[in-house]
């Protein structure tokens, strides 16, 4: 069975500086997609990233991006010139691909200082 | 192009009584995915449905606990005789089951508090 790993329960970034969340999974297949989900205080779930797993390539979305590193099964999200409003829960989450749930890993609160 | 739709947004039911809880997916999509987080944890998986099947109900407390996908209607999440361990919030997800990397866009949730 799939298992995504996220072992920092909370990190803390001062405003405009960078901050990487760590996240690990296991599996057994070989073509899947990664992704990072965004939740606020208003818990509704936001994506922030994709990664397809056979692109060599890290995927970026302005001050966001990934370090995928496939054989270590690690796929880091860093977030660039942090600011207040990126406080919230980041949600690592594994899906095999088409029609198959998501996994997520239990989360870690990012929390934004002035 | 409405988002995913849930209602009710908040939902309080006394032990032992239902609960039922409602997704309209997005225009277009005909896979529904539920998942349910309990208090300061991750999204669990519960069951995954296309129009009038269920594909995946892994998830799926086996008693008290039902999905369905109607042709017509949204998507509804039923919790018979309601406990207070159920009290979570639930979330509905779809996506139209077309891309390859599955994409799946999610509702605001419904936060069901049992008394």
């Known amino acids: 069975a799939q298992t995504v790993t996220q072992s920092q329960p909370e990190m803390s970034v001062q405003e405009a500086e960078t901050v990487t969340l760590s996240c690990t999974y296991d599996?057994?297949?070989?073509?899947?997609?990664l992704f990072w989900y965004k939740q606020p205080p208003s818990r509704q779930m936001i994506l922030v990233i994709r990664?397809?797993?056979?692109?060599?390539q890290n995927a970026t979305e302005n001050r966001f991006s990934v370090n995928f590193q496939k054989a270590a099964k690690s796929f880091s999200l860093k977030i660039s010139d942090s600011q207040l409003g990126d406080a919230a829960m980041y949600f690592c989450?594994?899906?095999?691909?088409?029609?198959?749930?998501?996994?997520f890993g239990t989360g870690t609160r990012l929390q934004v200082t002035l | 192009n409405a988002g995913v739709m849930q209602n009710p947004r908040h939902l309080v039911r006394r032990r032992g009584q239902e609960a039922r809880l409602r997704c309209s997916p997005m225009?277009?999509?005909?896979?529904v995915y539920w998942y349910r987080q309990l208090p300061e944890e991750g999204l669990k998986f519960m069951v995954y449905?296309?129009?009038?099947?269920?594909?995946?109900e892994s998830g799926m407390p086996k008693e008290r606990f039902s999905a369905e996908f109607p042709k017509e209607g949204p998507s509804i999440l039923r919790i018979q005789q309601v406990v207070r361990g159920d009290s979570a919030a639930y979330f509905c997800?779809?996506?139209?089951?077309?891309?390859?990397?599955?994409?799946?866009?999610f509702g605001p949730g419904t936060r069901l508090t049992v008394l």
């Open positions: 997800a779809s996506s139209p089951g077309t891309e390859s990397y599955n994409e799946q866009f």
């Open positions: 599996t057994s297949e070989s073509d899947y997609y």
């Open positions: 990664q397809e797993a056979y692109k060599q």
């Open positions: 989450a594994y899906n095999p691909g088409t029609a198959s749930k998501l996994t």
């Open positions: 225009k277009g999509h005909s896979h």
């Open positions: 449905l296309q129009k009038e099947n269920i594909i995946d």
